[in-house]
């Protein structure tokens, strides 16, 4: 079989559509912000399109991440799906635990998958039960 090296494969275009799309928001960055521009055109030329209204948000530290997920997690509406290498019992994963299976009650659709050989000696399976007596699909994978 051949192998390919994905590097070398090319990436995907951006429809005529989206590419006028970020041509015009270049347009725009050059107005407002004209330091900008030449960094953006150069990487559009590469194929990363500029886009509009997009936000990113800076979480400098673990625990921000943390108190940015489950904050998330709190609002969540129709679903939370996450995929994890390890878990482990412990603090964080007693309050992780707690929102899946309060949200799941709620009738948010909460599905995890995580790895059997990276978790298997730090996550009891009766933490696993738990969350699927509270009605969350999890699947173990590997």
Same mark, same amino acid.
Request: glycine residues 4%.
């Given at each position: 079989?051949?192998?390919?090296?994905?590097?070398?494969?090319?990436?995907?275009?951006?429809? /005529?559509?989206?590419?006028?799309?970020?041509?015009?928001?270049? %347009?725009?960055? !050059?107005?407002?912000?004209?330091?900008?521009?030449?960094? /953006?055109?150069?990487?559009?030329?590469?194929? &990363?399109?500029?886009?509009?209204?997009t936000?990113?948000?800076?979480?400098?530290?673990?625990?921000?991440?943390?108190?940015?997920?489950?904050?998330?997690?709190?609002?969540?509406? !129709?679903?939370?799906?996450? %995929?994890?290498?390890?878990?482990?019992?412990?603090q964080?994963?007693?309050?992780?635990?707690?929102?899946?299976?309060?949200?799941?009650?709620q009738?948010?659709?909460?599905?995890?998958?995580?790895?059997? &050989?990276?978790?298997?000696?730090?996550?009891?399976?009766?933490?696993?039960?738990?969350?699927?007596? /509270?009605?969350?699909?999890?699947?173990?994978?590997?």
């Amino acid at each position: 079989m051949e192998r390919r090296d994905l590097k070398k494969l090319p990436r995907p275009q951006e429809s /005529a559509c989206k590419q006028e799309e970020s041509r015009l928001n270049i %347009e725009k960055l !050059r107005q407002s912000m004209p330091q900008w521009a030449p960094l /953006a055109s150069y990487l559009n030329n590469k194929g &990363f399109s500029l886009y509009r209204a997009t936000d990113a948000v800076y979480l400098p530290t673990g625990r921000d991440f943390l108190e940015d997920m489950l904050s998330a997690m709190e609002k969540a509406e !129709r679903f939370i799906f996450l %995929e994890y290498f390890i878990m482990a019992e412990g603090q964080i994963w007693d309050r992780l635990s707690e929102i899946l299976c309060r949200k799941s009650r709620q009738g948010v659709e909460v599905k995890l998958i995580f790895d059997d &050989f990276g978790s298997m000696m730090r996550m009891p399976n009766e933490k696993v039960e738990e969350l699927q007596d /509270a009605g969350v699909e999890v699947k173990v994978f590997n």
